[in-house]
Structure formats: C-alpha cells, structure tokens
C-alpha cells in the first residue's frame, strides 16, 4: 500500500514515483493549490496537489480534514524557492522534498476528533474515552515504542545470561498473605475461585525447585488495592529468580540489565555498580528507605546535644527512649509563612505533631527566627550550628519522638524543601542506590502481631537464622520484642527516590520456612492448606535461591520523562478502576452468572 | 557457590580446583568409595569421595541419596584406567574427568522422592502434583528452554521488522461474540465484572487505529470452555496485527518468523514461502481445512461417474444434491476386521450413517470384496478404477452426501487410515500450507442465524464486500441462503494437519463493521453498548489492517516433539480446570466474597 514511510524521502529520492498512506495532519490552502502534511508512525511530508498533475484530485484534496486516511501517489520533487525565500524546512526530516501529487485515493474519511491532538488535553476522561486517538499523538507512540524497547533489551540481556523466560499462571490461587486478591469464580468447580496472582512469587520459587536455576518473566501482575495516587489494578514487573546467587549476583546482574536498558533506551551511561546503604543508614541519613541522594540535606542526629534542652518536646523525647534529629534546608530561610505551613502540613500528614524550625537569618542568633530557640544555651545553640553547619539563611527543621517515626517525617520535610526549593528542576542526573539488610519482620501494635516486611519467603541474614528459629519458640513478656532487630537478606533499587524494584535470597528449607509462617502467626493447619506445596517442595533438596522483581511501568515512565504510569500503558483503568473507552467493569447478562452459580448481593441490580 | 555448571569441565581443566553444586542424581558405591554423578541444568559431573582426601567427607558421602543437593570442591582429574579398562564415558561432556573431592556440603537433604525421576511417569495427576520434580527430568528442562527459544526468536525477528509489543489488559471487557469468557467481579463497581480476554483483538484493533502500524504481543488468553482432548483454560497466543497490509504481507511475514523460529530453535531450514490453497481445494482434496498433505490418498470426486448406480447410497445422495467422493488407502486392502470396523466408527462420529469400501483384492473385481460392488455396473467398476488408480491390494473409501459433510468425514478416514497404516511414522517432513478463502458466514440450522466463520471483525474479499451491505438489506424467503458463498479474507497457516495460526485483513469502515453485525444478528442497541468504542473508532480515519496469531503452546508442542501441550507448559491445568500442586480453585474465606458483594448459590457449600 505504500513504497516508503513518511520519514524516509530524501533529497536522494527526488524524481522518484512514491506511494505513501496516512494520516492527514494538516491542510493548507496557498492560491487554490492544497498543501497537505501526511503523518504515519514515522513521521510527515508534504504533499502538494497541483491541479496540473491531476485536476480532479486536486479537487478532492481541497476537501480533505484533520485524520482523514489517504494514500498518494506522486513524483518526488525539491521544495521550490518562493518570491526568492527557501521552502525548504531544515526541523523536518523530509524537510528538503515534497511530494507532487497525481494520485488520492481516500482510504478511509474522518469525522471531527472530540479533540485536537496537537494540544495537551488536561481532561484524563476524555483522554481515556477517544485513548485510540489520544494514542496518535508523537509522544504517546514514543512512550509506547520506549517502553518495548525496554523489555526488548531486558530479554536480550537476560537471555545472554543464560535467563528463560517461563510463563505462570495467571488463574492462580488466593492467598491471604499480602494485598486482596482479584477472584475468578470457577464454572466447573461452584464455589471455588481462582486469584489473579499479585506476583509469581511461589511459582518463581518452584521453577527453581524445579531445576530450572534462571528464571525470568516480564510478569501480569493484579491487586484489587484502592487505587489511590499513581497505580493499576494490573501492573507488570521484570520478575527474575536464580538459584546457587548471593545478594551481591544479584546487585551484579541488575546493574548489568539497568545499564543495558538506560543504554538501549535512552543512549545514556549508567555507573556501572551502585552503591549499598543498610536500610538504618538510609533511614539514619535520608529519613527514607528509598533516599533520593540528588540533593543533601542529610538527618543529623542531635540526641545528645539536646537531652537537656530547655524545650520539652526535645528533652522529654529524648527521656522517652526516642530521638531528636534535624536537616538544614540550606538558604531556605526566607521560606514564606505559607510554605512553613505547607511544612508543617506535611510533617502532619507523616505522623508528627507539629514543626520545629529555625529561620537562621543571620550569623547571631538574635536574628534567628523560631517558636523555640529563645529556650536553648549558647552551648546548645552552637553546638547545632557546628552539627549542621548554619550558615546565614539557612533554614532548620527538627523531628523529635521515636526513631522510625522521626527519621520518615524528616525524610517527607526533606523532600519537600527540594520541592519548594525548586532545587531539582533540570537535572539531569541518574542516582541509583542499593538498599539493604532490611528488617525482617515488623510488629503491627494494633493486632499484636508480626508482619513480613518484604514477604514470607524471605531469608533472614546468615547470622540472624537460627535467632529466627529460637524466638519463635522463646518465652517473652513483650510481644512486640520477638522479632525486634532480625534482618532480611533483602535489597531494593532505587533511582531518584523511587523504588524501581526489590527482592531478596529465599529461604529453602522446610524448617525455615514453617519458623517464618509461624512467626507470622499462620497455624499449622493454614500451613497446610494455604502453603503446603511450597513447604513440601523444600523438602525434596531445594537449591538456595533469591530474586527481584522490578517495576516496569515505573522504569518506563522514569525512561520516558513521565510523571504518570499511565503515560507508559496503552489501556489503563482510570483511579476508579474503569476502562472509559470500553466501559469496562460492566454488568452481564444473567445467565453468565448463573452458570458460574453466583450471585449479586446487591439490591438495586443494574440492567444487563 | 559454584566456579563451573556440572556440564563444563573437560580434559583442558585437569589439575584445577573447582566447586560444583547441584543434586545428586545417583550414588554409587565402589570398594567404599562413593561416585557421585552430580547433576545441574546444564547437565552432570562425577564426583569421587576417597577416604584419603577427606575421610569425614567420603563417609558423609555414602549418605548421599537421590535429589540431595550438595556443594562440592575438589581437583579435577583424569578419569583412570581400571584393570587396563579405561574408565572414559563418551556419551557425557564431562565424561573425561572426574572431581576428587576434598570439601562435601550438605546444602539441603531430599526425602524420598514419590517417584523417579529417570522413569516415564503415566500417572499424570502424581506428576502434576509434584510439578517441581517432574520439571527436573531433562526433557522437561528441554522443553520449557526450547520455548523460550521460541519465544525469543519471535520477538527478536519482529522487532527487527518494526513490530512493536504491546501490552493489552487482562482485565478486560466481557463480549458476548465468541467462547464463554471468566468473569472477575468488580469490588469498586458492585453487580460489574471485567472478563479475561479470548483474545486481544479489539484492542488490538484499536491500537491500529491509534496510528501503532505494526504491533505485536505474546498474549495470555482465557475460554472458560469444558476441557475435551488437549485444551488449557489459559494459554498463549503470538498475536499480531499490522496496518497497511494485504494477505501476501501477512503470509511473508509470518513464513519469515516461522523460518526464523524453527532455525533457532532447532537448526532446520523449512521452505522460504508456503503453498497455497483455497478453503475449497483443500475440503476438496484432502477434506479437511488444516490438511496433513505428508501423504495422498486424495478425496476424488465420483459424482459423474456414479450418478446412476444401482447402489442407491451413492445415486440417491447424488440424485439430492449432494456427492460421492472415494479415497483409494493404497495397499490397506488387507485392512482386519477391527480395523474396518475401527474406520467404520470414525465415519459415523464424523456425521456418517456408515462406510461404503471396496477392498481390491487383486485385478478382478470378482476379487474385490465390498457390501455394494456386486451392484455396480462394469463400465462404474473401470470408472472407479481408472479415476481412483486402483491397483491390487487397495482399500477405497467412500462418502456420499451434501458435500461439506461428506468431504469432512473423509477427512477424517483418511487421517485414520494414515494412523493404522503408520504411514507417517518416522517422517520428518515439516510440511507447511496456507489456507485461504475460507467462507465469511456459517449458517447455523438449529439457531436459523448466520455466524462469522473467523470472527466479527473479518474483512469479506473485496469483491465480496459490496454483497456483504447488500445481502443485509435483501428480501429472501430462504434465510439459509442470504450471506451462502461470501468469502473472508481470512488465511489460516498449517503445519503437518494442525492449525498453527489463522488471521485475517479486518474490517476499517464503520459502515462495513455495523452491517456484519446486523449479519451476526447483532441489535442496534446491542452494537452500541457492546461495540460501540469500536464502531466509533472506525469513524477517525481508521487505517486499513489485518494480522493474526499463532498457538504459541501447539507450536511449541511441534517444535518439541511432544503429543500434548501439557509438556511445554510449567504449570499446566488438569482436564478439569484443577491445579493439582496448589490445589486451585479453592474455597475462599466468606469476608472475600462479602466484600466483592457476591455469593455462592450452591446450597451444600464447602468449608472455606
């Protein structure tokens, strides 16, 4: 249907015959004569329709609208000079020809669009409703072609390292541990369901013990969550588990894929290993387990500087077993009464109760501005000033309570000074981290009990195994000390503050892995019931093993410059979980329910 | 954990020191010393515990049992001469050297296996259970790598050719058209229900009108269907779909990928393009619309010849309309009792009252043994003779009937003739064919409505087109006959008698679209609330295209040599829908179900 794309024509093509199909992008009229830009996938060329070459189309081509569907044939020409100016467009890459015209067949005509798409269009619903025409726009077919190329070059690399690909159910089974499960009623067995699964997590570990020893999938991934901020009831992450790895095989071979990618992608080099912060360090240092290290402004701790503070709320925490930390926006001083309150909001939010802060507006601290600072020593005062370096204009923030609560408040604080501080806009640099030796288990106060903190097929750290086995059978007063201070064998990568994917090295025996369960408060009958599979695969000489898995809707929306995952998905469901487009969920007929022999509960049913 | 796979040490590494881990695959034990073949994925090694190296460890290693997984170091030696037998296996990579190994690791010990691993195992509900073991036996491993291959090669060769993947929803839109789709419901939108795609055609279709040209995705897809012979209620499909394109595009395309996948997958060559036939040759010829034409035995047609024959079951049927046909089983003439009887059966499940057969036994007919030949006149019996070439010792088989029926049934007996006679055992041939032209309606006498042959969405050949509006509007008395003789251009490719793909140019216009559903006796309100995105799609200057998609599974089943599409899935469904080893579908706790608003209306519910 076409002899070249609309990318292709050269000056070297000029005197050529050519057929090209497309879109039309635009018409123009000069002196009677139609100056048509056809748009494919590639790219535009003009087309010129002379009433010489052929008076009826020329005609027709008068006729022509936005998105109608022509192809053309014609002789390649050189752009002409006008009134002696060049027409000549050096910003096209077919910018040096045109097409003179003797032939237009109209493919296919269109109607108005809802909207034109050479203009960002602010409305989501409309957007996800026409999203066939949305995705026409150059920077959507972009995001798209980005995206495959990203898992093109994430298959090639893992294939040449000896990685398969293995596909695993999608009719999967529920299991309670982790987010809800999405579920599908079974015809064949009333009142069984199958679960989309929210990870091949188990499969992965049973291809292993299946002697498969490198397993990857770029995975379907489903979580019946609120789909609150930036996620999809669906999602897909570069899942990969290998048996007989440490953690550093794994760093190694991530860092070996990333930089593949970013290079495939985007022709940019990535540092070719990563550096490792603990998650206390991270936590201790960027108030995140996920630090975003393109900007400073690191905690300092200041406990012993202030356990006798004058001001209660800092002394008092300390008494209290708890910290006093603080972070130096440096020469945010002059910060508006609106945005200390934008601060305080946000401390707030994370959990504090309010914000302590010093406005350090000049060398003295006469000048400095704060609820509190009138209450501290000059020892008090210069010890801060060396621990944070003040320096005139800077602005100080302080979190005061229990370690956790304090380091994550401050992290939100310290982000949003970035943010208030424009200190990020431009830049351009790639900050990838390792984060480690995350905590094992974590105690939820409300139900008593212990969570996983990654999930339940998490290794403890070497040293930390047999402590696991021990405490699970310990007579302890205080619950919430069991598992205190167990770490996991557990890594996250992070670029620019984002997680971009985590894993972990699996336990592999069955004595492990039923410890694990029972910390977790799973009875010995739910063992069985829920995971007595993977419990009796560990005991017929499992390797050892350990994983990843990354995100690939955020890796290809941080590759294309997005702000949203949604910009990276052909079809995504709006934050009700609704395809516009499709009007999908939708009610069905009754007899589909009956034959999988369920009902509505709802009263008010909507016609089918 | 290791410094070589068990499939790497040869001759050259003699002398070094080594670490291997994987599991014992057997023990033996010679004079007190253990030889160990020590197995990984890439394939085995000898280890060799002696006492004098590491007497703890060469007594650990009599311990040893099948499965146990272990970490060995040692020196890699040259395998010696015992009583001037040289000890050298040639059908092992490894089978030069062995490990004299100083350091023994437990890694994980192995119970008993339920079964062994080097044995065919018929018990297809053990094996599914213990998928994890049965994933060891190397043939499996093979497999699942082989897949892979394929899966690999698909991508890179359509990459290479601008093809770009896509990922399309799995939680999608339930449509009425098509198999029975699952059902997931909705928890936001109470009494609503995404459906898991067939397939992903629409959106296929959609992306073309987005402007992707050329988009590709090795799709999951989902028919809740009961499970006769070799179906999964999940499995995969190469889908694909390009703009612009004619038939001959689409077959280039698809006889390039297929050349490209089966060099990389097992290093044969097959024809660079395929042959082709009409759905009419080939129900014709071989009866059959995905013909295995690795041997003759041609349907022939007899009508002329035997229009008046005495034997009322051929003149009666040709008297009616219909045909007789014949197939001439070269030398089967001595076909047994049970085999006649066997070909007699198979006629009759495919719709025949019975079959008709003369068994040549020699040149003269007196000769011939057949319920009917005694009333057929001699200028028939030379009819026969010289159209069928019959020659002593054939068998020739007959149908008689409407045409499609009796060429269907055919069909069949000549596939079942090739079987008993094991004319095919041994071939090699990869014999491939492109099916074209097959009809765009059925007529289904029962519901007295037409249905699409391929599916909604297929373009009629464009003489046809015109017709297609036109037949829609006709006034006919007979409505079997309204869309009778259409064609589609839809093209189905065959390899060896299976259907590996089929696809089709679709239809672009809104107009044409809405008049194959009015065929399809769709409503006008049916069209807009379950069509209507489409439709409207089609009204913005929708490109012209067409696409297609391959069986992944069957074409990976081919590639491997295997019977089932069981054997190339990791974690295949029972035919009952089950997952044994996760026991899946399963009762699901009550708070799920209350909170996705649905329940169960089988009385006797199993305990969650």
């Given at each position: 249907m076409r002899t070249h794309t609309c990318n292709e024509l050269h000056h070297s093509n000029i005197g050529e015959t050519v057929t090209l199909i497309g879109w039309v992008n635009s018409n123009r009229d000069h002196g009677g004569v139609a100056f048509i830009d056809l748009r494919d996938r590639e790219g535009m060329t003009q087309v010129v329709f002379r009433p010489e070459e052929n008076a009826k189309a020329a005609e027709l081509a008068k006729s022509l609208r936005s998105e109608d569907m022509i192809q053309v044939s014609g002789k390649v020409e050189e752009r002409p000079e006008i009134d002696g100016n060049s027409t000549v467009n050096p910003d096209m890459a077919t910018g040096s020809i045109e097409i003179s015209a003797s032939e237009l067949v109209i493919v296919n005509k269109s109607e108005?669009?809802?909207?034109?798409?050479d203009k960002e269009l602010s409305n989501e619903d409309l957007r996800m409703k026409y999203r066939y025409l949305d995705l026409r726009r150059a920077r959507m077919t972009r995001n798209l072609r980005l995206r495959h190329r990203i898992t093109q070059s994430t298959r090639n690399f893992l294939d040449a390292d000896g990685y398969c690909e293995i596909e695993t159910p999608i009719l999967s089974k529920s299991t309670p541990e982790g987010a809800r499960d999405f579920l599908v009623p079974s015809r064949m067995h009333p009142n069984h369901f199958y679960a989309l699964p929210q990870a091949p997590q188990q499969y992965k570990q049973l291809l292993m013990c299946g002697g498969i020893e490198k397993y990857f999938q770029i995975a379907r991934c489903f979580r019946d969550e609120d789909l609150r901020a930036d996620r999809q009831p669906e999602f897909t992450q570069i899942d990969i588990e290998s048996s007989f790895v440490t953690p550093d095989d794994m760093h190694g071979l991530i860092e070996g894929l990333l930089g593949k990618v970013f290079k495939d992608a985007l022709g940019v080099e990535i540092p070719a290993s990563f550096d490792r912060m603990t998650y206390v360090d991270a936590m201790n240092t960027y108030g995140s387990d996920k630090p975003d290290r393109r900007f400073e402004y690191h905690l300092t701790e200041l406990s012993e500087e202030l356990k006798d503070c004058e001001f209660r709320v800092f002394s008092g925490a300390i008494a209290n077993g708890g910290v006093v930390k603080a972070i130096n926006a440096k020469g945010f001083a002059g910060a508006t009464q609106g945005q200390i309150e934008k601060l305080t909001q946000t401390a707030i939010e994370a959990g504090s109760k309010g914000l302590a802060y010093i406005q350090a507006r000049d060398v003295d601290r006469s000048t400095w501005r704060s609820p509190f600072v009138k209450r501290m020593t000059d020892e008090e005062v210069e010890a801060l000033r060396e621990k944070l370096n003040i320096e005139p204009g800077d602005l100080i923030l302080f979190g005061a309570g229990e370690w956790e609560s304090v380091c994550e408040v401050l992290g939100r604080i310290r982000l949003e000074c970035a943010n208030l501080q424009n200190l990020l806009e431009g830049n351009e640099e790639l900050n990838f981290l390792w984060v480690t030796e995350f905590p094992l288990l974590g105690f939820d106060e409300e139900e008593n009990k212990w969570n996983a903190v990654h999930h339940p097929f998490t290794r403890p750290i070497p040293e930390d195994v047999d402590q696991l086995i021990a405490a699970t059978k310990a007579e302890l007063d205080d619950e919430s000390q069991r598992y205190a201070g167990l770490r996991a064998q557990a890594y996250d990568v992070v670029l620019n503050g984002y997680e971009l994917g985590g894993g972990s090295i699996r336990i592999h025996e069955a004595e492990l892995q039923s410890a694990m369960f029972t910390a977790l408060g799973v009875t010995e009958e739910e063992k069985e019931s829920m995971f007595g599979h993977i419990l009796e695969a560990f005991k017929f000489g499992a390797p050892p093993h350990g994983g990843i898995a990354l995100g690939l809707d955020r890796l290809a929306m941080l590759i294309c410059g997005e702000s949203s995952i949604r910009e990276v998905i052909a079809f995504p469901k709006n934050n009700r979980g609704m395809d516009i487009m499709s009007a999908s969920p939708a009610a069905v007929d009754f007899k589909q329910l009956r034959e999988l022999r369920i009902q509505s509960t709802v009263k008010d049913k909507p016609k089918a």
């Open positions: 108005v669009l809802p909207f034109q798409l």
